[in-house]
């Protein structure tokens, strides 16, 4: 190769590597955190997306296709949902939520927090009696999250603390059914008393908890998830 030439590729070689990477290279990463309970979500996910997002937390929520919302304020005696039916809104409120709000993010090179994100709405299933390979198939469009949380669930409040402050006693109420979860259970009691929201916590707390590849959500987030 001759001097020119080597010359040549050496400002090629150059060229090249000040060369952007593409968005699949260098975007974000998205980070589940599942659990049962709506308000604290909502308050952790924030949380976590201000530990791990960088410079600009990006959190996406449930109903951010107000999809649910809309069924709620119809306040029909007979609009009765079964569960297929309410896991299915929640597949399509994903799917608006990985399109508008989650893949452009990613795409942007910024870190997403999903809160809730799949295994919230398959442990439900599962709670509500639905097949799991059925509920695996259908979530099959979701991108598998770099790392996954569960939200560890609280103490029960003893009586005298529930009791303290009755003036929060309805913004206690509001907050009961700002969640999926929430929103499930209390349209299903419609349909049948035994849709007791304490046994579905209990039978998805005990799905949440076979998962190997989710880790206990506590005070702190592995350094590994404070991204550059």
Same mark, same amino acid.
């Given at each position: 190769?001759?001097?020119?030439?080597?010359?040549?590729?050496?400002?090629?070689?150059?060229?090249?590597?000040?060369?952007?990477?593409?968005?699949?290279?260098?975007?974000?990463?998205?980070?589940?955190?599942?659990?049962?309970?709506?308000?604290?979500?909502?308050?952790?996910?924030?949380?976590?997306?201000?530990?791990?997002?960088?410079?600009?937390?990006?959190?996406?929520?449930?109903? +951010?296709?107000?999809?649910?919302?809309?069924?709620?304020?119809?306040?029909?005696?007979?609009?009765?949902?079964?569960?297929?039916?309410?896991?299915?809104?929640?597949?399509?409120?994903?799917?608006?939520?990985?399109?508008?709000?989650?893949?452009?993010?990613?795409?942007?090179?910024?870190?997403?927090? +999903?809160?809730?994100? %799949?295994?919230?709405?398959?442990?439900?299933?599962?709670?509500?009696?639905?097949?799991?390979?059925?509920?695996?198939?259908?979530?099959?469009?979701?991108?598998?999250? %770099?790392?996954?949380?569960?939200?560890?669930?609280?103490?029960?409040?003893?009586?005298?603390?529930?009791?303290?402050?009755?003036?929060?006693?309805?913004?206690?109420?509001?907050?009961?059914?700002?969640?999926?979860?929430?929103?499930?259970?209390?349209?299903?009691?419609?349909?049948?008393?035994?849709?007791?929201?304490?046994? %579905?916590?209990?039978?998805?707390?005990?799905?949440?908890?076979?998962?190997?590849?989710?880790?206990?959500?506590?005070?702190? %987030?592995?350094?590994?998830?404070?991204?550059?």
């Amino acid at each position: 190769m001759s001097k020119a030439q080597t010359k040549n590729a050496r400002k090629k070689q150059r060229a090249q590597d000040k060369t952007p990477e593409p968005a699949s290279q260098r975007g974000g990463r998205l980070i589940a955190l599942d659990g049962t309970s709506g308000p604290s979500l909502m308050a952790e996910g924030v949380r976590l997306a201000r530990l791990c997002c960088e410079d600009s937390p990006a959190c996406s929520m449930w109903d +951010a296709s107000n999809t649910f919302h809309e069924l709620g304020m119809a306040k029909s005696k007979t609009l009765t949902p079964t569960p297929r039916t309410l896991i299915l809104l929640y597949a399509s409120d994903l799917l608006f939520r990985l399109r508008w709000e989650i893949e452009p993010t990613l795409q942007e090179g910024h870190n997403v927090v +999903a809160a809730p994100y %799949v295994q919230t709405a398959i442990a439900f299933g599962i709670a509500a009696g639905l097949p799991k390979d059925w509920l695996e198939e259908l979530f099959s469009f979701a991108p598998k999250a %770099v790392a996954s949380f569960r939200l560890k669930e609280k103490k029960k409040v003893k009586k005298k603390e529930k009791n303290k402050d009755k003036s929060n006693g309805k913004k206690r109420a509001d907050a009961e059914e700002t969640g999926y979860v929430e929103f499930c259970c209390k349209n299903l009691s419609k349909i049948s008393p035994s849709w007791d929201s304490a046994d %579905v916590r209990a039978a998805m707390i005990a799905y949440l908890k076979e998962q190997d590849d989710l880790n206990k959500f506590g005070k702190k %987030v592995p350094k590994a998830l404070r991204l550059a």
